[in-house]
């Protein structure tokens, strides 16, 4: 059974970091690429980034770019979201998600499991 | 800046029809977009309904089906039940690495 818990969220202030983590089981980790998936309060859905299978390639919203990074340990089966320079738009709910981009083994231009999600809230 | 179109919301009678759409602001969807459909109720993670066009994700019910309809994709509920009332996102592949969500179609069943 495919599982992914994300851990990490919290109140931080704005300007402040925040490392989200991503804990999966259930698949051959490494073989997949990982994504992250926000929802603010009330909002819809909005995709953050995206890691390939090994690492190599990375991509992000324009929303985040050079403010957070992606990486993966694909050891522990783990994704994370380093999101620096937070700000009150980036309060949401991080969802993380099997999928959305390339591995060695296969591409998948979607995502087919998802995480409970992990609320981050940028507030003073 | 590209958007991602779906009708803000719907409504449908239990047992009727339902397609709901997800187009570009410029352009037309084709397969090469590889659009996949997400179903959720307030407080949930989302649930994949349909990827690359008109595929079904394992366990999801043949009434709900994927398809390229004129410029858009589409997804079609047929024969609608009152569990059917959710929001449902649509997701395109816009190339290099990037997907873009479109705003959601909040669906109604009364």
């Known amino acids: 059974e495919v599982q992914l818990v994300e851990s990490g969220g919290g109140l931080v202030q704005p300007g402040g970091s925040l490392r989200l983590s991503c804990a999966a089981s259930g698949f051959t980790f490494s073989d997949y690429a990982m994504s992250w998936v926000r929802q603010a309060p009330g909002k819809g859905l909005e995709w953050v980034s995206v890691?390939?299978?090994?690492?190599?390639?990375?991509y992000f919203a324009d929303s985040v770019k050079g403010r957070f990074t992606i990486s993966r340990d694909n050891s522990r089966s783990t994704v994370y979201l380093q999101m620096n320079s937070l700000r009150a738009e980036d309060t949401a709910v991080y969802y993380c998600?099997?999928?959305?981009?390339?591995?060695?083994?296969?591409?998948?231009?979607?995502?087919?499991?998802w995480g409970q999600g992990t609320l981050v809230t940028v507030s003073s | 800046q590209t958007v991602v179109t779906q009708e803000p919301s719907f409504s449908v009678s239990p047992g009727s029809t339902v397609t709901l759409t997800c187009g570009l602001s410029s352009g037309s969807v084709s397969t090469g977009y590889y659009p996949s459909w997400y179903q959720q109720t307030p407080g949930q993670a989302p649930r994949t309904l349909i990827y690359?066009?008109?595929t079904r994700s394992s366990g999801v019910p043949d009434r709900f089906s994927g398809s390229i309809l004129g410029n858009k994709a589409a997804l079609t509920i047929t024969g609608a039940q009152a569990d059917d009332e959710s929001n449902y996102y649509c997701v395109l592949y816009m190339g290099s690495g990037t997907l873009i969500f479109g705003g959601g179609t909040k669906l109604t069943v009364l």
């Open positions: 998600a099997k999928g959305g981009y390339c591995s060695s083994a296969s591409c998948q231009y979607y995502f087919d499991y």
């Open positions: 690359s066009t008109n």
């Open positions: 890691i390939s299978g090994g690492g190599s390639s990375t």
